[in-house]
Structure formats: C-alpha cells, structure tokens
T-cell receptor, first 112, second 119 residues
Framework: KNQVEQSPQSLIILEGKNCTLQ??????????LRWYKQDTGRGPVSLTI?????NTKSNGRYTATLDADTKQSSLHITASQLSDSASYIC???????????FGPGTRLSVLP | GAVVSQHPSRVICKSGTSVKIECRSL??????MFWYRQFPKQSLMLMAT?????????EQGVEKDKFLINHASLTLSTLTVTSAHPEDSSFYIC???????????????FGQGTRLTVV
C-alpha cells in the first residue's frame, strides 16, 4: 500500500532556530516527492519538488533532501521566522499515476 | 507562476441548501483538476478527479450525487455540494496540474481553499 509518513506530528521552536522535518514513504514506483507549506485556512503552496535523481534542493531557507534508496526525505528550515508557522506536507507521486499520496503533515509553530 | 483561484473562500449555508465552489486555472489549461476535502488537523483527502469534457472520477466512499462536479472548460471546474448538512462542513481545496511533458512530473497548484460551514 502506498503510504507517506511524517515526523514529528508537531514541533515548537524559537524564532531564529533551525529545524528538520522527516518524511518516509512506501510509494512505488517512485516518480517525485514534493514538500508543501500550508498556512491555516489556506491551500498548500509548493516549496520543492524532487525527482529520483535529485538528492538535495534548496528554496531560500528551505532545503529538502531525498534518499531514494531508503525512501526518506527531510526538509530543513534555517533561521526560522514567525511566518514559518504552518503545516508542512510531504507528497509523493507514483510514476504510474497522477494521484498524489499525501503525508499527514507536520505542524510547526515558531515562537518569538 | 501558475495560479489556481478558488471561490468563495468562505461560505455559510443553511442545512438542505446547495453550495457551488469554483476552481479556475488562471494562466494555464488544466485538463484535469482534483478536489480535496480536509478536516481539522488532518491531511488532504482526494474526493474526485475532474476531467474536462467527461464525467468526474470519484474516490471510494464519496457520493457522486451529493458532490456534483462539472469541468466544462479547460480553466474551470466546479464542485456543488447538494442538500448540504452540518457533517459536510469542512475545508474544500481544488488542485490543477500544469503538465511538463515528463511522466509524473506535473507542477501542481492548489487553490486557496473554501471553508464551508453548514448551519
């Protein structure tokens, strides 16, 4: 069964600190992995998209890594800001289909 | 970048009435759009896949007669919640994909979401 798991479920950090969110998946055959940021009451916004051959990709203070062998990904946030408070969702796509398999998300709270 | 516009962002309706939610791709053509439902603190759940010019494909457990989907053009899909009840209160999100030409590698854009409250 295609599944995406994320950890931790929630995380609280102080402004300016770094943090790393984890994503494990069993989706096969793998096509790509995406990280989305979803503010409360809003639709998800794409942060990164990574294919099989990519093992790291950055978007500003966000850096995603991918290990296709162990089927793990991480999202590292550097120098967190209050506006980083949101849910971060890992989404994996199979090469055979259009359907996205969504992880449950990690709820990040950045405190002043 | 491509934008998907969803309207309305919030709607409150009386039980038994119908509500229509619109999803538009603003600067690209989307032959396929997706409708999701999200309960508080949960991830997005795919409800149906909307195909331009043909019938939508519904996920198991989603009532097609209750959630009517119309995809009449390449830039517009609508979701109508018919005879709404309080248990239909939820956050509904649409998504449209901008095909890159590579298998599986479509860029996916999400609408802003619609908060439906049925009273």
């Amino acid at each position: 069964k295609n599944q995406v798991e994320q950890s931790p479920q929630s995380l609280i950090i102080l402004e300016g600190k770094n943090c790393t969110l984890q994503c494990n998946y069993t989706v096969s055959p793998f096509s790509n992995l995406r990280w989305y940021k979803q503010d409360t009451g809003r639709g998800p916004v794409s942060l990164t998209i990574m294919t099989f051959s990519e093992n790291t990709k950055s978007n500003g203070r966000y850096t995603a890594t991918l290990d296709a062998d162990t089927k793990q990904s991480s999202l590292h946030i550097t120098a967190s800001q209050l506006s980083d408070s949101a849910s971060y969702i890992c989404v994996v796509t199979s090469i055979y289909g259009q359907n996205f398999v969504f992880g449950p998300g990690t709820r990040l709270s950045v405190l002043p | 970048g491509a934008v998907v516009s969803q309207h309305p962002s919030r709607v409150i309706c009386k039980s038994g009435t119908s509500v229509k939610i619109e999803c538009r791709s603003l600067d690209f053509q989307a032959t396929t759009m997706f409708w999701y439902r999200q309960f508080p603190k949960q991830s997005l759940m795919l409800m149906a896949t909307s195909n331009e010019g043909s019938k939508a494909t519904y996920e198991q457990g989603v009532e097609k007669d209750k959630f009517l989907i119309n995809h009449a053009s390449l830039t517009l899909s609508t979701l109508t919640v018919t005879s709404a009840h309080p248990e239909d209160s939820s956050f509904y999100i649409c998504s449209a994909r901008d095909w890159t030409g590579e298998v599986g590698n479509t860029e996916a854009f999400f609408g802003q979401g619609t908060r439906l409250t049925v009273v």
